[in-house]
């Protein structure tokens, strides 16, 4: 399919090709789209673009897998097969040139700038520069990974780990960028020749400027396999992350868009109470969005471990998340932080959860044994022996037990003040598959590998069950509502079975999800459902909705409304007050639109980014400074202990002139990092020495800005403290005015 870059829409799909389609390049003049299609008979197919008609197809032998157009857009190079590379007619299809290479075609094709040079990655690190009418081979070096500016030349990846850039029709190096933190997996240059991102192993891509070999910036990617790349002729880079497509702005690093709901697989996720967060754990991070519009509000990195299982304490301020190399983190709930990390486990974690009062975690593993960890330190507190072939864990918070599943169709339950066994239930002839408790503690709901889910009441505790439902497939989660009227039961095929408890009958049957469904959770007030399936987070109203055709068209146009509205830049009072007054919305629309409005809230990540990527620059106007100051100060309201909002509050007033309050400000932000145990934050010293040196307090200034520059000078790669530093140049040059 054929995407929008500006917006993630989809413009065109083309029809199947009949076999997979290993890569697609576009002309220059975007007019011409060139698809190598696999299996072994591979072939190539050009292509209109947008249109996607098919203008010629070549049949070849073997798979094609490497493609580059010529900059006057009337040849396309081919290959590999095996050590040759051939030049074909863009309007035809005709062979023009073949190329006979010393070694097989491996990692790269492409032409320099004025199409003169073939540059060419070969098998085993090896890299050519190939003269593109004779022919002959004009230099060779060793180097794995390939990438070319049109204007810029060649950039390689050597064998030792060092990105490079080339000149391309000699091979004579011009500039290296060491690593940072990791081996080099990947590098891409922009057509300017004026960027590389570098992918290191650690899954952070730095981007560096070819004329001075400095940082630009960093961004993060997942998994760490996934290389960055540069949109050719315009500006913007991209990443598959995941299932998803990632899209940056070159510098700044914001996504102006995301195609997918989340970044997946998906492992688990959890609400906060108030439903206005959802914890997602995937490939190697902890993702925390806003479940009533998609944003993203924070993400965790945990490198390359999976997070597979996620619980929320009882305050609602730390996370605890199992990971998929056996080990436990406890995470800040505010800020993503870890701040703990248990030993490794025996085995793989299949259950965690808080106990009450979060003083403990109870972390069960695949060999059956259940472990106390400490809910500070994560230190191992004791272990037990429960069940050999363990599957699933349930907390009844209430009455301080745990319900254990197994591979053969028992559940057994232990009392966990004192440690006993107080029962078990035959609850199936095929493995239980998920548990849960009721939130009173007097059902426990089970679901097998056949598909049935039991409702199981202790006053009946080996003697049969309450009544049962079969879902036809089996199921993976379930999930108590507060009121403890609906059990939720997602299954492998990705359907969601919305339970009455009190007679076992379906309310709603919800298949949007896509792939298995790995967890289900409710939010403590309201009736939202959270469902997270492999390939996608869904959140649903999970009482039925009995609304004719009319009012469902209604609710439709409504949400549209409320969608295109939070579209725009603004707070939720801005949106609020846009919706009040909407001509094309009837005033029952209107007060149901507000409504939604009201409940999706402020994006309290972007609204810190926004304010953010204002107030760092010195010559912005009065008005945009005003708004960046009314975009954070609600933020700073809601989380009155976080230095990094505060920061950028700090440098909105001092901006605005409103140095007393920036003063206040910058050192808040100071103590709190001194309570921490954390070292301050450079650009709070720098602009509080600013700060001061305007309020006349000049020795004070002197001072602070001595400590600041000694520090500043490791940091000057950074191009955010670069800029302070030399703001801060210009203004400690002028004498401070006197108090």
């Given at each position: 399919?054929?995407?929008?870059?500006?917006?993630?829409?989809?413009?065109?799909?083309?029809?199947?090709?009949?076999?997979?389609?290993?890569?697609?390049?576009?002309?220059?003049?975007?007019?011409k789209l060139?698809?190598?299609?696999?299996?072994?008979?591979?072939?190539?197919?050009?292509?209109?673009?947008?249109?996607?008609?098919?203008?010629?197809?070549?049949?070849?032998?073997?798979?094609?897998?490497?493609?580059?157009f010529?900059?006057?857009?009337?040849?396309?190079?081919?290959?590999?097969?095996?050590?040759?590379?051939?030049?074909?007619?863009?309007?035809?299809?005709?062979?023009?040139?073949?190329?006979?290479?010393?070694?097989?075609?491996?990692?790269?094709?492409?032409?320099?700038?004025?199409?003169?040079?073939?540059?060419a990655g070969?098998?085993?690190?090896?890299?050519?520069?190939?003269?593109?009418?004779?022919?002959?081979?004009l230099?060779?070096?060793?180097?794995?990974?390939?990438?070319?500016?049109?204007p810029?030349?060649?950039?390689?990846?050597?064998?030792?780990g060092?990105?490079?850039?080339?000149e391309?029709?000699?091979?004579r190096?011009?500039?290296?960028?060491p690593?940072?933190?990791?081996?080099?997996?990947?590098?891409?240059?922009?057509?300017?020749?004026?960027?590389?991102?570098?992918?290191?192993?650690?899954?952070?891509?730095?981007?560096?400027?070819v004329?001075?070999?400095?940082?630009?910036?960093?961004?993060?990617?997942?998994?760490?396999?996934?290389?960055?790349?540069?949109?050719?002729?315009?500006?913007?880079?991209?990443?598959?992350?995941?299932?998803?497509?990632?899209?940056?702005?070159?510098?700044?690093?914001?996504?102006?868009?995301?195609?997918?709901?989340?970044?997946?697989?998906?492992?688990?996720?959890?609400?906060?109470?108030?439903?206005?967060?959802?914890?997602c754990?995937?490939?190697?991070?902890?993702?925390?969005?806003?479940?009533?519009?998609?944003?993203?509000i924070w993400?965790?990195?945990?490198?390359?471990?999976?997070?597979?299982?996620?619980?929320?304490?009882d305050?609602?301020?730390?996370?605890?998340a199992?990971?998929?190399?056996?080990r436990?983190?406890?995470?800040?709930?505010?800020?993503?932080?870890?701040?703990?990390?248990?030993?490794?486990?025996?085995?793989?974690?299949?259950?965690?959860?808080?106990?009450?009062?979060?003083?403990?975690?109870?972390?069960?593993?695949?060999r059956?044994?259940?472990?106390?960890?400490?809910?500070?330190?994560?230190?191992?507190?004791?272990?037990?022996?429960v069940?050999?072939q363990?599957?699933?864990?349930?907390?009844?918070?209430?009455?301080?037990?745990?319900?254990?599943?197994?591979?053969?169709?028992?559940?057994?339950?232990?009392?966990v003040?004192?440690?006993?066994?107080?029962?078990?239930?035959?609850?199936?002839?095929?493995?239980?598959?998920?548990?849960?408790?009721?939130?009173?503690?007097?059902?426990?709901?089970?679901?097998?590998?056949?598909?049935?889910?039991?409702?199981?009441?202790?006053?009946?505790?080996?003697?049969?069950?309450?009544?049962?439902?079969?879902?036809?497939t089996?199921?993976?989660?379930?999930?108590?509502?507060?009121?403890?009227?609906?059990?939720?039961?997602?299954?492998?095929?990705g359907?969601?079975?919305?339970?009455?408890?009190?007679?076992?009958t379906?309310?709603?049957a919800?298949?949007?999800?896509?792939?298995?469904?790995?967890?289900?959770?409710?939010?403590v007030?309201?009736?939202?459902?959270?469902?997270v399936?492999?390939?996608s987070?869904?959140?649903?109203?999970?009482?039925?909705?009995?609304?004719?055709?009319?009012?469902?068209?209604?609710?439709?146009?409504?949400?549209?409304?409320?969608?295109?509205?939070?579209?725009?830049?603004?707070?939720?009072?801005?949106?609020?007050?846009?919706?009040?007054?909407?001509?094309?919305?009837?005033?029952?629309?209107?007060?149901?639109?507000?409504?939604?409005?009201?409940?999706?809230?402020?994006?309290?990540?972007?609204?810190?980014?926004?304010?953010?990527?204002?107030?760092?620059?010195?010559?912005?106007?009065?008005?945009?400074?005003?708004?960046?100051?009314?975009?954070?100060?609600p933020?700073?309201?809601?989380?009155?202990?976080?230095?990094?909002?505060?920061?950028?509050?700090?440098?909105?007033?001092?901006?605005?002139?409103?140095?007393?309050?920036?003063?206040?400000?910058?050192?808040?932000?100071l103590?709190?990092?001194?309570?921490?145990?954390?070292?301050?934050q450079i650009?709070?010293?720098?602009?509080?020495?600013?700060?001061?040196?305007?309020?006349?307090?000049?020795?004070e200034?002197?001072?602070?800005?001595?400590?600041?520059?000694?520090?500043?000078?490791?940091?000057?790669s950074?191009k955010?403290?670069?800029?302070?530093?030399?703001?801060?140049?210009?203004?400690?040059?002028?004498?401070?005015?006197?108090?």
């Amino acid at each position: 399919m054929i995407v929008s870059t500006d917006e993630g829409r989809i413009l065109q799909r083309l029809p199947s090709c009949g076999a997979p389609i290993d890569q697609i390049v576009l002309n220059a003049d975007d007019t011409k789209l060139a698809l190598a299609i696999g299996g072994p008979e591979g072939r190539v197919e050009m292509r209109s673009f947008p249109q996607g008609d098919l203008l010629w197809r070549a049949e070849h032998r073997g798979q094609i897998s490497r493609w580059a157009f010529h900059p006057d857009g009337h040849r396309v190079l081919v290959g590999p097969w095996a050590d040759r590379v051939e030049a074909l007619d863009v309007d035809t299809g005709a062979l023009q040139q073949s190329y006979q290479l010393r070694r097989a075609l491996d990692t790269f094709v492409g032409y320099n700038r004025d199409g003169t040079i073939v540059l060419a990655g070969l098998d085993h690190g090896f890299g050519a520069g190939v003269d593109a009418e004779t022919g002959r081979e004009l230099w060779t070096g060793a180097m794995s990974r390939f990438d070319y500016g049109q204007p810029g030349g060649l950039l390689a990846v050597s064998v030792p780990g060092h990105a490079s850039v080339l000149e391309p029709s000699t091979g004579r190096h011009l500039r290296s960028f060491p690593p940072s933190a990791g081996l080099i997996l990947d590098v891409s240059m922009n057509d300017e020749g004026t960027l590389v991102a570098v992918l290191e192993e650690t899954g952070t891509t730095y981007l560096y400027d070819v004329e001075t070999g400095e940082p630009v910036t960093q961004l993060l990617v997942h998994p760490p396999t996934e290389p960055v790349r540069f949109f050719r002729r315009g500006g913007g880079m991209f990443a598959p992350d995941g299932e998803t497509l990632r899209v940056w702005d070159d510098v700044n690093g914001p996504a102006p868009f995301l195609i997918s709901a989340i970044h997946g697989p998906n492992f688990h996720a959890v609400f906060r109470s108030d439903g206005r967060r959802a914890y997602c754990g995937v490939w190697g991070a902890i993702k925390v969005w806003d479940p009533g519009t998609g944003a993203e509000i924070w993400t965790s990195l945990m490198g390359r471990p999976d997070v597979r299982r996620l619980d929320l304490n009882d305050a609602e301020t730390l996370l605890a998340a199992a990971l998929s190399d056996r080990r436990v983190v406890l995470v800040s709930e505010e800020r993503g932080q870890v701040l703990a990390t248990s030993a490794p486990l025996e085995a793989e974690i299949l259950g965690l959860m808080w106990t009450t009062a979060s003083t403990q975690l109870l972390v069960l593993d695949a060999r059956g044994k259940l472990h106390v960890l400490d809910g500070r330190t994560l230190a191992a507190v004791e272990t037990r022996g429960v069940v050999t072939q363990p599957t699933t864990l349930a907390w009844d918070a209430g009455r301080r037990r745990i319900a254990v599943g197994d591979a053969a169709g028992r559940i057994v339950l232990w009392d966990v003040e004192p440690w006993r066994e107080i029962g078990r239930i035959i609850a199936s002839s095929e493995a239980v598959t998920a548990t849960a408790f009721s939130h009173e503690g007097d059902i426990l709901v089970s679901g097998d590998a056949a598909g049935e889910v039991r409702f199981h009441a202790f006053g009946q505790i080996g003697r049969g069950t309450t009544p049962r439902l079969s879902t036809e497939t089996p199921v993976q989660s379930l999930a108590f509502s507060p009121d403890g009227e609906r059990v939720a039961a997602g299954t492998v095929d990705g359907t969601v079975s919305v339970i009455d408890t009190r007679t076992g009958t379906e309310w709603l049957a919800l298949r949007d999800g896509i792939g298995a469904c790995k967890g289900l959770t409710f939010a403590v007030q309201g009736s939202a459902l959270l469902s997270v399936h492999t390939k996608s987070i869904e959140v649903y109203e999970s009482r039925p909705m009995r609304l004719d055709a009319g009012a469902r068209h209604q609710l439709r146009r409504v949400r549209s409304h409320v969608d295109a509205a939070f579209e725009r830049p603004g707070l939720c009072d801005d949106v609020v007050a846009a919706l009040s007054a909407d001509p094309p919305l009837s005033e029952i629309e209107r007060a149901l639109a507000m409504q939604i409005a009201n409940a999706r809230g402020n994006n309290t990540g972007w609204q810190n980014s926004e304010a953010w990527g204002i107030v760092l620059y010195a010559d912005r106007s009065a008005e945009e400074y005003a708004y960046a100051l009314r975009l954070i100060e609600p933020i700073c309201a809601a989380f009155p202990k976080e230095p990094a909002y505060l920061n950028t509050r700090g440098v909105a007033e001092f901006r605005l002139g409103e140095l007393e309050k920036a003063r206040a400000t910058f050192e808040q932000c100071l103590a709190l990092m001194q309570e921490r145990g954390q070292p301050p934050q450079i650009a709070d010293q720098i602009f509080l020495a600013m700060t001061l040196h305007r309020l006349g307090r000049a020795d004070e200034a002197a001072s602070l800005w001595r400590v600041a520059q000694e520090r500043a000078s490791g940091l000057m790669s950074d191009k955010e403290i670069r800029n302070f530093v030399r703001e801060a140049e210009r203004l400690f040059s002028k004498p401070a005015p006197q108090p």
